[in-house]
């Protein structure tokens, strides 16, 4: 991992006016330019992050007390089922997606993309699929309403909303597909001369394990969802144990899918807090190799592993034994994981600017999801979590301070390389405060409800309940508002702010290429490759 | 303020597990249940829950020290090094070992779980949108069981009865299942249109009622008493509102309860000709009578 430092390339030094941007409107709608596309990604992750954000609010609204107080019950499984749709495949999936065409060119020495024009192409049929998503929420029937893993018989009952999220979701995997097609092209053929593949940057390396499993497992998505349109609205009934098919069958192909697709949400993130937590312990990563052997390993187990989603369907006892050892399994590349960032941070020399801070509660809150994740492998205990707020307590660990809070590390990362500008650190470090208190209060009282018997998707609970769920609300509510704060840190650092040089975090340990070019980067960088020793 | 309070006690109850705040500690965890399977099951959950303990406390015991120690404020000068594979075979070596500790009690009491043989007595479960059918195969008795009236008034949206003031509030139907204590019950269960999962927390079981399918699970309860639970699969706009209601009783209170049972459905039935073994109970005749007539 020894990268070069082509300071101020020669290359960035004239001025690109053949290449500049377009003007208006029209820039962001032809773009080719790998930051262009980046920052539309992430922009629209953020703004569907607040969508779904809005309805997970509506939904912990309602729960606050026993009760029917809000909405109604149909329209509450709605808003479980569109806000784990949006913040899956709106919010985090288009984050590392943007966080991926803004840093590999950078990270690897290449001049864009390989494949531009695909590019940008995958961007704008993500606006058209949750284009599309959103206006199913307005048919006839209401929106889609049976839960975001579409079990059928259930999701067959829903009304016009039915083809609408369907389509969404062909092509938010069409997009999905040609990204992972162009970030592999991109990572095999445009690294810069010198960088072998294991000198790679490990946000670069996650992504390109994270690019396989999506072209592996989106288009068995598609076919499970094409089958469930099929069976709607063509008579027949790949599903319908009347006709001969099978219900359990869709579970089997939709978590073969869903528990890559939990990977494909974390991997990048493993990257991101890969790169930072050495930046600011001022120390190499430790074990780097086993980092990247672990990351294959976890992405290999998760292909065999996907009926521990499925315990209690009736599988033979062997099906539960096998799924039960390979899940316990993944506990060991991960705790290698975590293991090897705690041994980085291990006699070094630790300074906690904000994407540091957002690393470290990744780190400890991640780990917490790790262990619950790690008890619910166990089969037989896994008869009394299954579908409860443990479980929900669980996937929101590793989602909301593990994935989201790597993806706000990496914003806080590298924002200033991307506007030239340092932002506000007060309102950032304020913003991961609040953010990191309420996520504590909202979703650690969750275990408490689950293991007490709450099941999950319910609208309204039995009175003993009632305690933690108004606990979790109101963390809920904190941490929704954060976010705001979060949007304005953005906004106000886009807008100016003190001017930062190209490595940025000076007194840091900067190491890799996209400290090499000035901040903000220039339209064009690595016009000529540098070459890493 | 009480709220506030009682988080207090929780979150104390939480950090001295074994210590007398136990009454907080038993909202918390998970219930012991009254069968063998869920005993042991709380057993297992337990192990494990205190082996992640260790490791964590272990782990972030040295998270915490780094982050307080090797701080560039104190003047804190990084090393070099960037591996030693002596630890790192150390730390993969050792999470096998606790794994396999795991894997041998959690298999063997997944073996325990699937031996449904020598049971006593076999009730078939179908979930429908949104009450459960039970059916006690060898007597020929089947009713509905769907949430009690008083809770469903109360869950109307703003229907301005507070739930506290309803007695088991979600958590009560009109006709329980009702069991003999300390025999072995088999439940087979199925559904009759989506998914749902029939699931009593003090039975430690929970299965997947499938359409098409015949799943099964058993329990002995060794205490009578009123065990409550829910449905737990998404089935629909009402979900939330099928609890599951089992009457465990003392073997005698059970035959006759069998027996008024029979004696019941047998009275109804009269008029109806000879379909006296398989028709629904007393109270469901009409609704029967109405989807029929549609």
Redesign the interface.
């Known amino acids: 991992m020894s990268a070069t430092k082509t300071h101020g390339a020669a290359g960035h030094a004239h001025e690109h006016d053949d290449h500049g941007p377009a003007k208006g409107f029209t820039r962001w709608l032809t773009t080719t330019n790998h930051k262009d596309i980046g920052t539309m990604y992430l922009v629209f992750s953020l703004v569907m992050f607040l969508v779904g954000g809005a309805m997970a609010l509506v939904i912990r609204a309602e729960l606050f007390?026993?009760?029917?107080?809000l909405?109604?019950?149909?329209f509450f499984?709605t808003m479980t089922t569109v806000h784990a749709l949006i913040m899956v495949f709106g919010a985090v999936m288009p984050a590392t997606v943007g966080l991926a065409n803004w840093m590999i060119p950078l990270q690897i020495g290449a001049p864009d993309m390989a494949l531009p024009r695909m590019n940008n192409f995958s961007f704008w049929l993500l606006v058209a699929a949750f284009s599309l998503l959103i206006l199913s929420l307005f048919m006839p029937g209401g929106g889609p309403?049976?839960?975001w893993t579409l079990?059928p018989?259930?999701v067959l009952?829903t009304g016009d909303a039915l083809p609408l999220a369907i389509f969404a979701i062909h092509l938010a995997g069409a997009s999905s597909i040609m990204g992972a097609i162009n970030i592999i092209v991109t990572i095999m053929n445009l690294r810069a001369p010198g960088m072998t593949l294991l000198k790679m940057p490990l946000f670069v390396w996650s992504w390109l394990i994270t690019a396989y499993l999506l072209i592996a497992v989106m288009p068995v998505f598609a076919g499970a969802v094409t089958m469930l349109l099929t069976d709607h609205f063509f008579h027949t009934t790949f599903f319908a144990?009347?006709g001969g098919g099978?219900?359990?069958l869709y579970q089997h192909i939709f978590w073969f899918f869903g528990h890559p697709e939990v990977y494909i949400m974390i991997l990048p993130a493993f990257g991101i807090v890969s790169e930072i937590i050495p930046t600011f312990?001022?120390?190499?990563?430790?074990?780097?190799?086993?980092m990247v052997y672990a990351t294959a390993s976890i992405a290999f187990l998760s292909f065999i592993v996907w009926a521990h989603h499925m315990f209690?369907?009736?599988m033979p006892?062997a099906g539960?034994?096998f799924f039960?050892?390979s899940t316990?399994?993944i506990?060991?590349p991960t705790?290698?994981k975590?293991?090897?960032w705690?041994?980085t941070?291990?006699?070094?020399?630790?300074?906690f600017e904000t994407p540091m801070l957002f690393a470290?509660a990744f780190?400890?809150l991640f780990?917490?999801g790790g262990?619950s994740g790690?008890?619910m492998a166990?089969?037989?205990?896994d008869?009394?979590y299954?579908?409860?707020y443990f479980i929900v307590a669980h996937f929101h660990y590793v989602l909301v301070p593990g994935a989201v809070f790597a993806i706000m590390a990496a914003v806080y990362y590298w924002l200033p390389k991307w506007t030239g500008h340092m932002y506000d650190t007060k309102l950032a470090n304020l913003h991961f405060w609040i953010s990191a208190i309420f996520v504590n209060l909202l979703f650690f009282p969750q275990h408490?409800l689950g293991?007490?018997?709450m099941?999950?998707?319910?609208?309204?609970?039995?009175?003993?309940f009632a305690?933690?769920n108004?606990?979790s609300s109101i963390g809920a509510f904190g941490f929704g508002l954060a976010q705001l704060l979060f949007v304005y840190v953005i906004y106000k650092c886009a807008k100016g702010g003190t001017r930062v040089s190209a490595e940025v975090w000076d007194?840091a340990?900067v190491e890799g290429l996209e400290w090499s070019v000035p901040s903000p980067a220039p339209y064009h960088t690595f016009d000529e490759a540098p070459v890493v020793k | 303020m009480k709220m506030v309070k009682r988080a207090f006690a929780a979150s104390m109850a939480l950090l001295f597990g074994s210590s007398p705040a136990m009454a907080a500690w038993s909202d918390l965890n998970l219930r012991v249940g009254v069968t063998e399977l869920s005993r042991e099951i709380y057993g297992l959950h337990m192990l494990i829950l205190w082996i992640c303990v260790a490791i964590a406390v272990a782990v972030f015991a040295v998270m915490i020290y780094s982050i307080a120690t090797f701080r560039k404020s104190k003047g804190a000068v990084p090393a070099t090094f960037d591996h030693n594979t002596k630890a790192e075979v150390i730390w993969t070596v050792i999470p096998v070992l606790i794994l396999v500790g795991m894997a041998v009690p959690a298999a063997r009491t997944l073996v325990k779980i699937d031996d449904t043989r020598g049971s006593e007595l076999t009730v078939k479960v179908t979930g429908y949108q949104w009450k459960w059918q039970y059916e006690y195969v060898d007597q020929g008795i089947s009713f509905f069981s769907t949430l009690a009236r008083s809770s469903d008034e109360a869950r109307q949206l703003d229907s301005g009865i507070a739930p506290e003031s309803v007695d088991n509030y979600l958590l009560e139907v009109d006709n329980p299942l009702v069991v003999p204590v300390g025999r072995k019950v088999r439940v087979l269960i199925t559904a009759n249109d989506v998914i749902h999962a029939w699931w009593v927390p003090d039975f430690g079981m929970k299965k997947d009622a499938i359409p098409g399918y015949i799943n099964e699970l058993w329990f002995r309860a060794d205490e009578p008493g009123v065990y409550r639970g829910q449905c737990a699969e998404l089935c629909g706009r009402d979900h939330g509102f099928m609890p599951v209601v089992v009457e465990v009783k003392p073997q005698a209170e059970y035959d006759a309860w069998i027996e008024a049972q029979k004696a019941a459905r047998q009275a109804a039935a009269a008029p109806v000709a000879q379909t006296a073994a398989i028709a629904p109970p007393v109270d469901h005749v009409e609704t029967l009578r109405v989807v029929n007539a549609e």
């Open positions: 007390m026993p009760g029917m107080q909405v109604d019950p149909g499984n309403a049976a839960g079990y018989p259930l009952q144990a009347a099978d219900p359990v312990s001022r120390k190499p990563l430790f074990g780097y190799d086993a209690t369907v009736g006892l539960e034994m039960m050892l316990m399994l506990a060991v705790g290698v975590v293991f090897n705690t041994a941070m291990w006699r070094g020399s630790l300074s470290l780190l400890f780990t917490i262990f790690l008890m166990i089969a037989p205990v008869f009394q299954h579908d409860t408490f293991l007490a018997g099941p999950r998707r319910i609208p309204d609970y039995s009175t003993q305690d933690w108004m606990v007194d340990r």
